[in-house]
């Protein structure tokens, strides 16, 4: 079945450290994102790529970073400039940037910066 | 500008009993669309429903129906005769794909309805 699968499931990190966090899709999806989920504050775009090779800034960028060489494959690298990293990260796909189109989300990664 | 409310921020309900979530949108655009999104406690989002703002039909699926009425930018969310199962936080998002949209077609979420069943 195609999906998107996130990885690790739990993280945990020491502060002053850069985290990857992996997410790969088989749904031949153009459109990839980044959201950050803090307890009831609903989710917030961090990065999005609508191609390979491009990606752009969502509404909280900083202190994370991104890239999109492959269509499948669109990782988030938390790193050490991100002030408050502690969250709930979910990565999603979409057929195309239409906002038509609906989101295909994975299962997310918590992590917690010790 | 384009902001999506959901004013309950959490819902407790005995089984079998109806519960209705609140959407409230705001948005500048005439095209644009509305999605409800499910988060079980595993945490992966699920999709329910997607409407567009020519659509006002209401519409079900078995004990789950959605209310849209454009006059008062409200698209409500009605579970009858709920169930454990049904314990979630529910998202309500809006993307605006007209003249205000540009091509990123991004998302805005509301910030969740959380939604206790017991049994």
């Known amino acids: 079945d195609g999906g998107i699968t996130q990885s690790p499931k739990y993280l945990f990190r020491k502060e002053g450290q850069n985290v990857t966090l992996s997410c790969e899709q088989n749904?031949?999806?153009?459109?990839m994102y980044w959201y950050r989920q803090d307890p009831g504050q609903g989710l917030r775009l961090i990065y999005y790529?609508?191609?390979?090779?491009?990606?752009q800034k969502g509404d909280i960028a900083e202190g994370y970073s991104v890239s999109r060489e492959k269509k499948e494959s669109f990782p988030l690298t938390v790193t050490s400039a991100q002030k408050n990293p502690t969250a709930f990260y979910l990565c999603?796909?979409?057929?195309?940037?239409?906002?038509?189109?609906?989101?295909?989300f994975g299962a997310g990664s918590r992590l917690t910066v010790l | 500008a384009q902001k999506v409310t959901q004013a309950q921020t959490e819902i407790s309900v005995v089984e079998k009993e109806d519960v209705t979530l609140d959407c409230v949108y705001e948005?500048?655009?005439?095209?644009?669309?509305l999605f409800w999104y499910k988060q079980p406690p595993s945490g992966e989002l699920v999709f329910l429903i997607r409407?567009?703002?020519?659509?006002?039909q209401n519409e079900i699926s078995g004990r789950y129906s959605w209310n849209f009425q454009k006059s008062t930018s409200s698209f409500n969310f009605t579970i009858t005769a709920s169930q454990v199962v049904d314990s979630a936080v529910y998202f309500c998002a809006l993307t605006e794909v007209g003249n205000y949209g540009g091509s990123q077609g991004n998302l805005i979420f509301g910030k969740g309805t959380k939604l206790s069943v017991k049994p």
């Open positions: 790529s609508q191609i390979v090779n491009d990606f």
């Open positions: 409407r567009n703002s020519f659509d006002e």
């Open positions: 749904l031949n999806h153009d459109a």
């Open positions: 948005t500048r655009d005439t095209t644009y669309y």
């Open positions: 999603a796909s979409r057929r195309g940037p239409s906002g038509a189109n609906v989101l295909t």
